[in-house]
């Protein structure tokens, strides 16, 4: 299989994991018309193990499909866009050389995007700033809970051979 057959096939399955981790558990929160999710923890994987092309594609399609076979359609061009730059943002921090700091301060400026991307969109879907304002809290524990499990995870899969060979596609 050459090269571009593979980056394809495996863009084709981080989105997939981002969806399913996305769909597996999601607690609504009705005030927001939102949910808590843990597909944050996949977007950062992806970033880091990956780099920011991928952690893009995977993090902006993987959520809004998610959305949209959830029944939350109405977020899904928002979260396209938020996750997409999310997981641009925290791949290109940690794109030449990965150590716990930079997964650290990278995913937690991703989680800085996410949390302000949805207070602006739900301001605009919602008609009011004040009522977006309650996604916050909801958002900063998913953002956590995301990077306790995202960073740890990705520093493992570094360590595993196949997984550096597949960097390098």
């Not at 995870?153 to 060979?165: F, G």
Request: with cysteine.
């Amino acid at each position: 299989m050459n090269n571009k057959t593979k980056l394809i096939v495996l863009n084709g399955l981080l989105i997939a994991f981002v969806c399913v981790a996305t769909m597996v558990i999601q607690i609504p929160v009705p005030m927001t018309e939102g949910y808590v999710n843990i597909g944050d923890s996949i977007i950062f994987v992806t970033s880091i193990v990956f780099g920011p092309i991928p952690g893009m594609i995977a993090g902006g399609i993987g959520s809004a499909l998610a959305d949209i076979l959830t029944g939350y359609s109405h977020w899904a061009l928002f979260t396209l866009i938020i996750k997409g730059f999310e997981g641009y943002i925290v791949g290109f921090i940690v794109r030449k050389n990965t150590n716990l700091i930079k997964s650290i301060l990278a995913t937690l400026l991703g989680v800085i995007i996410m949390v302000f991307g949805y207070l602006i969109s739900g301001a605009f879907l919602q008609g009011s700033f004040i009522v977006s304002l309650g996604s916050v809290p909801s958002n900063i524990i998913q953002g956590i809970v995301s990077m306790v499990i995202g960073i740890p995870l990705s520093s493992y899969l570094l360590n595993i051979k196949y997984i550096k060979s597949l960097k390098n596609i």
